[in-house]
């Protein structure tokens, strides 16, 4: 099992940025892949950005594509999202998560990953 700790969200005005940070502990960072989900009042939780063990495959949805960039530090056993341009639809509380499996591909499905923090709120004014 991991901990994940999340922390950068925040307040924020349309077309602003925010860095989230994630850090973890407990098993070996650098084997999984890790992912970032939010979930928004009233709607389900929904895939963002994921990044494989290694970093060098990507994943993000659609609506985030050339806006927001999901990094990792192995050595700092961090991920990060770097959000820019961001719009009140991106508000939401945003989830780190880590995948159950070692060496992965990576994914951009929920059951695919096992451990989640607590999540950071994200709320853009317009």
């Known amino acids: 099992q991991v901990q994940l700790v999340e922390s950068g969200g925040g307040l924020v005005q349309a077309g602003g940025s925010l860095r989230l940070s994630c850090a973890a502990s407990?098993?070996?960072?650098?084997?999984?892949?890790m992912g970032w989900f939010r979930q928004a009042p009233g709607k389900e939780r929904e895939f963002v950005a994921s990044?494989?063990?290694?970093?060098?495959?990507?994943y993000y949805r659609d609506s985030v594509k050339d806006r927001f960039t999901i990094s990792r530090d192995n050595a700092k056993n961090t991920v990060y999202l770097q959000m820019n341009s961001l719009k009140p639809e991106d508000t939401a509380v945003y989830y780190c998560?880590?995948?159950?499996?070692?060496?992965?591909?990576?994914?951009?499905?929920?059951?695919?990953?096992?451990?989640w923090g607590q999540g950071t709120q994200v709320t853009v004014s317009s």
């Open positions: 990044i494989n063990w290694s970093g060098d495959r990507t």
């Open positions: 998560a880590a995948e159950r499996n070692m060496f992965a591909l990576g994914s951009r499905t929920a059951a695919d990953f096992g451990s």
């Open positions: 407990g098993r070996t960072f650098s084997m999984y892949g």
